[in-house]
Each structure stands twice: as C-alpha cells, then as structure tokens.
C-alpha cells in the first residue's frame, strides 16, 4: 500500500534531521518519491517566516 509522511519546520536543518530519522527506518525499495516546499509568510513590514515542508511517498510492508 502507497502511504505519505508529511514534514514540516522553520528551518531547513530541522527538516534534513527528521527526514533522514524516517528513512533509516525505511527499507531503499520502499522509497517511492519525496516532494519538497518552501513558503514565506510575512511582507515587508513584518516579521518574515519560512516554512520548509517535505511529502515523502512510500511503500509499507
């Protein structure tokens, strides 16, 4: 069955560390596609905030 795992932080560091804990538990052949995202919030005036956020697709046993 193809399943997904959704990722999400403010920074990109942070995403790397959780992504990488999921695929080491996650046999290569399993590993079917990882879709990647980068959102800012925020305009000129205020504060900005990014929002980096990953989908990872999967085959579970």
Known sequence: ???VRLFDCE???DLE???NEFL???EPKNL???KYNVAL???AGAE???CFSAM???RAE
Do not use: F, N, R
Request: proline letters at 0%; hydrophobic letters at 40%; zero cysteines.
């Open 1 to 3: 069955m193809l399943q």
């Open 11 to 13: 920074h990109e560091e």
């Open 17 to 19: 560390e959780e992504i």
């Open 24 to 26: 080491a538990e996650l």
């Open 32 to 34: 079917k596609d990882i």
């Open 41 to 43: 919030i925020g305009d």
């Open 48 to 50: 900005q905030v990014y």
């Open 56 to 58: 990872v697709l999967y």
